[in-house]
RNA sequence: GCGCCCAUAGUUCAACGGAUAGAACGACCGCCUUCUAAGCGGUAGGUCGCAGGUUCGAUUCCUGCUGGGCGCGCCA
């Protein structure tokens, strides 16, 4: 089953389907491997296998057939494909025309439904470390592409608010304190110390638990100071979720499910489900060889019983689509049997809760931790990357204003550590190299964003950007290598989609950086020869040229705005 | 020991079960009388970890193996 997001991607499956008595829906139209044999395809395995046929004779067929459409000219066998080749200012009028009004993707394809996303979820009182960045930027280039889709998306930061960590940070405090002033830092030097001493000393870590039990009974010395921490913690990260351009709908930690835990515990024992294990109380799962730990034989609850909470808040505030926990892969046995244990607890709609798992951001080939230390601040790692930007900027641009050089290169800066964190599948670890997270060559946030500069210097020296096609000929975009932008923009709607659906976001990074490559090669080619140039002389094919580039500007414009990177007009 | 994930060019990464496996970096050769060279073209570079299986067709799906990463009840 599949849906086309194009007009021209519905005509060719219709054109196959006509003749083969088979539902359009069910054909999938792609790009064939090269441009000679046409531009869309749809291969005749399936249909020939039902009629018992050769595949070359089923599309031979077809084929012959063909009665050329508004969008489709032609259509040619190839082997067990049928290649169609498009009307070529037909389809450069839907294509610009779509682009320039921001409706090139489907953005009615979510209506009426609401994708919950959990991402970046830090814990209060610690820093926010490099390794950070992964989660967070999948998350919100997840949350930018639902909504560029028309989907209702609720972007909640779980707060890590609760729990022992908390309680031995206020033993430490309680050790060592008060320090000022209060700050992430100090919290987080406060924390870390505390972790190393509590390595050789089992008293140490249940003085620690003991001051979560105090915090959890409401004890008020420890509410107060743990208030102050989750402020002052806030305030940080919000600082940084500024600076990548991020806000959150929901803002809700972990301890504003404390209220709920007798009932969940209440429930689970109803439900038959509650054991106890070593004084712990667990509920065994099919499948699993260890049991879903709920409450402590402390008393106090655990991660899985606040996560039980959050899941049941936001089914019955949302009632969503989808539920994402947008979390490392280390926790993918947590989420497993967290969705196992909402199964087995009858919510029927356990099956929308989804973990998106990425990969480890290594630091010098190691994990980075925050317990362990070894961290590299997310803040620091921006403040570099918009240095050593800022410099290229500066040298390139030698008219521009100071201001505008900083917030450039604060644009670039950030979009190339977003841009590659981004780019390789969730799954892949990364090793952070700052040379290669900031360089500005080759496939990189930049030269995405220096294609889109090109675009909108072209649109300046024009006089502005088009807007409409009105009185525009297209019949003038003649060139193969325009041809090929427009070929490249085809796919953008697919791969949006598909970025969705699969919940990776380095499917629209691979798109944009092979359609800024179709420009950057258009583009070149009026370097050599002026009348090939956008601004050429003869005005008709200089309108249809600058509504293709504008439509080019658009889509990159559009697809960063989905990974949550920056376009700045001018770097 | 058990579970999950990964393995593609020297390096970092792509390839929705299909047509000749593509980019970038690095190397080498070219293109600034340029609409921004942060760019473009070209050359060199691959037994898609190994072995089976399913299929008309497998880098893609399944099994086993090897190598690496992560995880496995009172942290989150």
New binding site residues.
């Given amino acids: 089953m599949?849906t086309h997001h194009t007009p021209l991607h519905h005509a060719a499956a219709e054109a196959v389907a006509a003749h083969a008595g088979i539902a359009a829906t069910d054909l999938?139209v792609?790009?064939?491997?090269?441009a000679?044999?046409?531009d869309l395809?749809v291969?005749c395995?399936?249909i020939a296998?039902a009629r018992k046929q050769n595949?070359a004779e089923v599309a031979g067929a077809i084929a012959a057939a063909f009665q050329p459409t508004r969008l489709l000219a032609s259509a040619t066998a190839?082997?067990?494909?049928v290649?169609f080749r498009a009307d070529r200012t037909a389809t450069y009028r839907w294509l610009i025309d779509s682009a320039l009004r921001g409706r090139l993707v489907p953005g009615e394809l979510g209506t009426g439904k609401t994708i919950c996303i959990d991402y970046g979820?830090p814990?209060i009182s610690k820093h926010l470390a490099y390794h950070h960045v992964r989660g967070t930027t999948v998350g919100h280039a997840l949350a930018q592409t639902f909504r560029a889709l028309g989907y209702r998306v609720v972007g909640i930061n779980f707060l890590?608010d609760?729990?022992?960590?908390?309680g031995m940070l206020l033993a430490a405090w309680a050790r060592w304190g008060p320090v000022e002033p209060v700050d992430v830092s100090a919290l987080n030097a406060l924390y870390v110390r505390f972790r190393a001493a509590a390595a050789g000393d089992p008293a140490l870590?249940q003085e620690g638990?003991a001051w979560?039990k105090r915090l959890e009974d409401g004890d008020p010395e420890a509410r107060a100071l743990w208030q102050r921490f989750r402020d002052v913690s806030w305030a940080e990260f919000q600082s940084v979720y500024e600076i990548l351009g991020i806000t959150y709908d929901e803002v809700r930690g972990?301890a504003a499910y404390e209220p709920d835990m007798p009932r969940i515990l209440e429930t689970l024992a109803g439900h038959g489900l509650l054991t106890e294990?070593?004084?712990?109380q667990?509920v065994e799962l099919p499948g699993e060889?260890?049991?879903i730990?709920l409450?402590?034989?402390?008393g106090?609850?655990?991660?899985?019983t606040?996560d039980v909470a959050a899941a049941e808040y936001r089914w019955a505030n949302y009632h969503f689509t989808r539920s994402l926990y947008v979390v490392?892969?280390?926790?993918?046995?947590?989420f497993?049997q967290l969705f196992k244990l909402l199964g087995r607890m009858g919510h029927e709609w356990a099956g929308r809760c989804e973990h998106v798992?990425y990969?480890?951001v290594k630091i010098d080939n190691?994990?980075s931790a925050t317990?362990l230390g070894n961290v590299v601040l997310m803040r620091d790692v921006f403040t570099i990357a918009e240095t050593m930007?800022r410099e290229?900027?500066a040298e390139?641009?030698p008219e521009m204003p100071p201001d505008q050089v900083a917030e450039?290169a604060r644009q670039?800066g950030i979009g190339a550590i977003v841009f590659a964190n981004l780019?390789?599948?969730r799954?892949?670890?990364?090793?952070f190299d700052i040379e290669?997270a900031v360089?500005?060559?080759?496939?990189?946030g930049?030269?995405l964003?220096?294609?889109h500069?090109?675009c909108?210097?072209?649109a300046?020296?024009?006089g502005g950007r088009v807007t409409d096609l009105d009185g525009i000929d297209l019949g003038k975009l003649a060139h193969d290598a325009e041809w090929a932008i427009a070929r490249r923009l085809l796919e953008f709607p697919?791969s949006v989609v598909?970025s969705s659906e699969s919940c990776?976001p380095?499917?629209i990074c691979?798109y944009l950086?092979?359609l800024?490559?179709e420009f950057?090669?258009?583009?070149?080619?009026?370097?050599?020869d002026?009348a090939?140039?956008?601004?050429?002389d003869d005005a008709a094919t200089r309108r249809a040229?600058l509504a293709l580039v504008s439509a080019v500007q658009a889509t990159l414009r559009d697809g960063l705005g989905m990974l949550g990177i920056a376009a700045?007009?001018?770097?």
């Fill in positions: 599949a999938k792609e790009a064939p491997p090269r000679e044999l046409g395809a291969g395995f399936a296998k595949p190839a082997g067990p494909f290649n979820s814990n890590g609760w729990g022992t960590t908390h870590e638990r979560f972990e294990s070593q004084g712990a667990v060889k260890t049991p730990l409450r402590t034989r402390d106090t609850t655990l991660y899985a606040r490392d892969r280390g926790q993918a046995l947590h497993r798992p990969g480890l190691q994990k317990r930007v290229v900027i390139n641009n450039v670039v780019a390789p599948q799954d892949k670890d990364i090793d290669h360089s500005l060559e080759g496939d990189s930049p030269y964003q220096y294609s500069a090109r909108a210097s072209i300046r020296k024009a697919e598909r990776e380095h499917v691979h950086l092979q800024a490559a950057s090669r258009w583009y070149t080619l009026g370097n050599g002026a090939l140039r956008v601004l050429c040229r700045p007009d001018q770097m």
